[in-house]
């Protein structure tokens, strides 16, 4: 009740005050009981609040009105990328036989990874009472103890529930794009139990050496981080981790029926295209949300999000027209999203100059690996989730290592960067050392669970649907319905 | 009576169909169909993968005339719908044995 009065008069003797003489106003003001906080105490507060601060103890458990309004925002704009960005996109690359079995793949693994977020997922990633490199803790088991007050280990003014909400968003796109891989072939739940394992066994941990409290390559946030690496959006624990999981299990699931026999061509690319245009839309929200605060570091990740992902979708067109003499759709919206994954881990720590550059690698290099890479080999990598996540992901972190630059990120040469060593390595060289060992940490984990999660999967539910359902489509078989009544 | 059956290029149906009509020709049947001849397929590519699509989308034209008019409707037909390229398509001429009009039992060139 007399909080809006207090505020006030805190303006207003601010104002008249502080410039003039601070002891001058500290005689000025009443003197304070002894729980309750001085008058400068709020108004550091409250500067604190515009600098995405500590509030110290004058705020202490009040979430900040617009960080916390941009982290709901964007938190809806990653599950967007979702549902229906990449459910579209992959949706309209499918032949149209099957596909709503895209779509409920994507509907199917949103509900799922809920479940396991809220349960477990949450705590293993972003508690710390393990006091572990590898999993987080239990006290947020069931989201206990997650309330709408900030948890100050990860952001001063977000309430803990809406971050670790956005949280789950990451989650969820994760395992879907594996999807593109395995799509048209792989049975609803296999897929199903086949993430419910793969969350536990690479997501949560790998999510949590990353970017948790305690993590192992935490460089950013963790003092006593082994490896300094940095992945501001997710370079490693989405693209690299999905991509190469999804490698994996197209391998050792086996190609479509009919692969390179039938014409598997496309059944929308107008659904596709769609689809793109949300991703890039919701991107917003995964990168320059990544930053947990409304601030100068998201806006800077959200202008080089917009350069790399605008530069990689007209370098793909352009390397089609002159190699191939069209410019397709395909090919546009290919290399916006794979613009999009490459500049995922560097968003927040490279400026201009580094996003444009980032942008040209994001359409070369996937490019070769989508035409060239997957023809030399044969994997039938259905929707390229290999050929843009992985490598672009892959190469994403890798170039975060050279390009991070302090000047657009002051977190780079914080106090626990400084503490590990990670800013001597930002302003000295040698980063992207550390870059290379994350990756492989990354690769290696991703590459044996899955290996092992598909044998048994494959034991107790079988991996592929019968060929006469193949053939036939998912849709009809696995669904019940049909994407296109006729 | 002759049944006359063309496949021509989509875009020339309504062309052919003026110049029909203005020789006399009161009706026809008209079907999208898809096929090759010489003309082939083209090839599409997405990403990676090539994809040669053998049949190409064409109009079937099926004319049911008299012995008088089918000379002509057939040189129509040909002149009208003739591009110079690749693919413009056939006329094939065939004999009716008998023609019925359901609504009046009418048989024979009186039908047609």
Redesign the interface.
């Known amino acids: 009740m007399i909080r809006t009065p207090l505020l006030v008069r805190t303006f207003v003797t601010a104002g008249l005050c502080w410039i003039a003489s601070l002891s001058a106003f500290a005689q000025a003001s009443a003197p304070a009981k002894a729980s309750a906080p001085t008058t400068e105490e709020r108004l550091a507060a409250l500067e604190a609040y515009i600098n995405n601060g500590d509030p110290g103890k004058a705020l202490t458990g009040v979430p900040g009105p617009g960080h916390n309004g941009w982290m709901m925002t964007s938190a809806a704009l990653v599950l967007f990328m979702t549902l229906p960005g990449l459910a579209l996109f992959y949706g309209g690359l499918v032949r149209r036989k099957n596909v709503l079995s895209v779509l409920a793949q994507c509907l199917g693994i949103a509900g799922l990874v809920t479940l396991l977020w809220w349960s477990f997922g949450y705590s293993l990633v972003f508690g710390k009472n393990y006091d572990s490199a590898f999993f987080g803790g239990s006290e947020f088991f069931f989201l206990r103890n997650v309330t709408s007050a900030p948890n100050v280990d990860y952001g001063f003014w977000v309430s803990h529930n809406v971050f670790a909400m956005y949280q789950m968003m990451f989650a969820i796109i994760t395992p879907a794009l594996i999807v593109g891989a395995i799509a048209e072939r792989m049975k609803f739940s296999a897929i199903m139990v086949f993430v419910t394992i793969w969350m536990f066994a690479v997501y949560f941990p790998l999510a949590h050496m990353i970017w948790g409290a305690t993590g192992l390559m935490n460089g950013v946030w963790n003092p006593y981080a082994k490896i300094t690496a940095i992945d501001f959006a997710g370079g490693t624990v989405v693209h690299m981790s999905s991509g190469w999981s999804a490698l994996i299990l197209c391998l050792i699931l086996g190609p479509r029926i009919g692969f390179g026999r039938d014409k598997m061509a496309p059944h929308s690319m107008v659904l596709c295209m769609v689809g793109t245009g949300m991703l890039w839309v919701g991107w917003y929200g995964f990168n320059a949300g990544s930053a947990v605060a409304a601030d100068g570091v998201a806006a800077n990740a959200f202008m080089t999000t917009t350069l790399a992902t605008a530069v990689a979708a007209f370098t793909w067109g352009l390397i089609e027209k002159t190699f191939r003499g069209h410019a397709s759709i395909l090919g546009y919206c290919s290399g916006a999203v794979a613009g999009l994954v490459v500049i995922t881990p560097a968003c927040g720590f490279v400026d201009s100059t580094g996003a444009v550059i980032i942008g040209v690698f994001a359409a070369v290099v996937p490019y070769l690996a989508c035409t060239k890479l997957k023809a030399k080999f044969g994997y039938d990598d259905a929707l390229d989730t290999f050929g843009v996540h992985a490598i672009g992901g892959t190469i994403g972190a890798f170039l975060t290592g050279i390009l991070a630059t302090a000047s657009v990120n002051g977190n780079l040469t914080g106090a626990a960067a400084t503490t590990n060593g990670l800013a001597k390595r930002v302003a000295q060289g040698g980063l992207w050392l550390e870059q290379l060992k994350a990756m492989v940490i990354t690769i290696v984990l991703a590459v044996v669970a899955t290996v092992v999660i598909a044998y048994l999967v494959k034991a107790i539910t079988g991996l592929r649907p019968t060929e006469e359902v193949e053939r036939q489509g998912l849709d009809i078989n696995e669904h019940g319905e049909e994407g296109y009544v006729t | 009576m002759k049944l006359i059956i063309a496949i021509i290029k989509p875009f020339k149906l309504e062309e052919v169909k003026t110049a029909l009509a203005a020789i006399g020709v009161e009706g026809m049947t008209v079907t999208e169909v898809k096929g090759f001849g010489r003309q082939k397929g083209h090839t599409?590519?997405?990403?990676?993968?090539e994809?040669t699509?053998d049949f190409l989308p064409k109009v079937k034209v099926e004319i049911a005339t008299t012995d008088a008019i089918a000379p002509k409707a057939v040189e129509v037909i040909v002149k009208t719908a003739k591009t110079g390229k690749i693919g413009d398509g056939k006329v094939f001429v065939l004999p009716i044995e008998d023609a019925i009009r359901i609504r009046t039992d009418e048989r024979g060139e009186s039908a047609i």
Do not use: F
């Not at chain 2, 599409?44 to 993968?49: H, L, N, P, T, V």
């Open positions: 599409e590519i997405y990403r990676g993968s994809y699509v």
